[in-house]
């Protein structure tokens, strides 16, 4: 009857849940033969026979070989078809916009780095965004046209009511009140922005640490401090995209810092910061100091203190693990999450020993005891990120045969 195609339970509507099972399983186990995927879902052979002819005549599968070593004929295999879809993520600093391209597997199959130092630079914001995508998209052998979905991680957030970004006065360019209007007319597929360390979660929780956790909290410290609160599986953005926006939070040891987002600084940073890290290193006495960018020489001290584990590093680690427990504790007392990631290079360099000892230190500082995990995504997590979101909802729109 017209009109019923997508009621739930016509056949059309079941075809299409069948189908994206399937799907599903594809991209989860890799190539699957007839039969494994009538085990998996359920359906007999001539329906999970039907089901592969449906979705091999529609471009979403291809036959790609046959089970070996096995008594009885080989049977065929069948694998999701990479050139389904294609999806983009941007990971914006100050100091660089990274671009990755990946098709619908996951798999990645362009990026481009364009350099954006302040000495020298690199265009208005919107030539930069379309130099980068451009660049990973060559490197894919694609076009702007073939990108169905880009995901833009950068600091801050972008205040849903007036489309202008916030807690990010260090990046320089993003802050023109018509920035998401002129990004829309030189892009030709939707665009979605989220704050940087909330991709570091999305990537946590679909291929990290955080897998089958509902609700935890991430916290990330690296060129700043920041948090991603996911609760009921869900990111929890708050009413100006800040919730998470940790660096600010007043917390003891620190000064009690005023007009926190002109001087985009605040307590927790103060304390925790990976900044914080050289300066305590040299009151230390610690000799030998490597050179470079902090956040370079914040994740090399640690790594070393990590290693030694005595003496003044030993004293490093554990004045640092106290900062930064005490504006966990503030976030646990809270929240209450089940999982606590801790994420970023000034994190992740400490190690086990980094990560004992702030989980000893926050059961003195709060009621709550969350387990307390390092991340796993640790290249280029925020990328990652950008296209676990872009490809969740082009899976959506490409996976769906109900139409």
Same mark, same amino acid.
């Given at each position: ?111 481009? %780095?364009?350099?954006?130092? &302040?000495? @020298?630079?690199? /265009?208005?914001? =919107?030539?930069?965004?379309? *130099?980068?995508?451009? #660049? +990973? ?66 990537? %946590?929780?679909?291929?990290? &640490?955080? @897998?089958?956790? /509902?609700?935890? =909290?991430?916290?990330?410290? *690296?060129?700043?401090? #920041? +948090? ?71 994740? &090399? ?11 003044? *590093?030993?004293?490093?680690? +554990? ?85």
């Amino acid at each position: 009857m017209a009109g019923t195609a997508g009621t739930p339970g016509t056949p059309r509507v079941l075809r299409a849940m069948n189908d994206r099972a399937a799907l599903d399983l594809l991209l989860e186990h890799g190539p699957l033969s007839r039969t494994r995927i009538g085990k998996l879902t359920g359906l007999s052979k001539p329906t999970a026979s039907q089901l592969l002819a449906r979705l091999e005549a529609a471009g979403l599968v291809l036959a790609t070989g046959t089970t070996e070593g096995r008594p009885g004929p080989n049977a065929q295999l069948y694998a999701v078809n990479p050139a389904a879809g294609h999806a983009a993520g941007l990971d914006v600093t100050p100091e660089r916009v990274l671009a990755a391209v990946a098709d619908i597997t996951g798999r990645t199959v362009g990026r481009f %780095e364009l350099p954006t130092p &302040a000495r @020298r630079p690199a /265009g208005p914001v =919107v030539q930069q965004v379309t *130099e980068a995508l451009d #660049g +990973a998209v060559k490197a894919a052998g694609l076009t702007r046209d073939d990108i169905r979905r880009l995901v833009i991680g950068t600091p801050g957030a972008f205040d849903p009511s007036t489309g202008r970004l916030r807690y990010a006065a260090h990046l320089p360019g993003w802050h023109s009140p018509s920035l998401l209007d002129d990004l829309a007319a030189a892009l030709p597929m939707p665009v979605e922005y989220e704050n940087d360390v909330n991709l570091v979660a999305v990537a %946590e929780q679909r291929l990290g &640490a955080a @897998r089958g956790h /509902g609700d935890f =909290v991430l916290l990330w410290n *690296e060129g700043g401090l #920041g +948090a991603a609160l996911v609760l009921g599986g869900r990111l929890h953005r708050g009413f100006t995209g800040g919730a998470g926006e940790v660096g600010f939070l007043p917390v003891p040891g620190a000064p009690l810092v005023r007009q926190v987002t002109r001087t985009n600084s605040g307590g927790y940073q103060e304390l925790a910061g990976a900044q914080v890290i050289p300066r305590l290193a040299r009151e230390l006495g610690i000799g030998d100091l490597p050179e470079g960018p902090y956040t370079e020489v914040a994740a &090399a001290l640690l790594a070393r203190a990590a290693d030694s584990g005595a003496g003044p *590093e030993r004293q490093l680690l +554990a004045i640092y693990a106290t900062g930064l427990a005490t504006g966990l504790a503030s976030l646990v007392s809270v929240l209450d999450p089940e999982l606590v990631v801790l994420s970023g290079s000034a994190l992740t360099s400490g190690g086990e020993r980094l990560l004992a000892l702030v989980q000893a230190e926050l059961a003195e500082l709060a009621a709550s005891r969350p387990r307390l995990v390092m991340g796993d995504v640790t290249e280029h997590p925020v990328l990652r990120g950008a296209l676990e979101s872009a490809l969740a909802t082009t899976r959506d729109e490409v996976f769906d045969t109900s139409r």
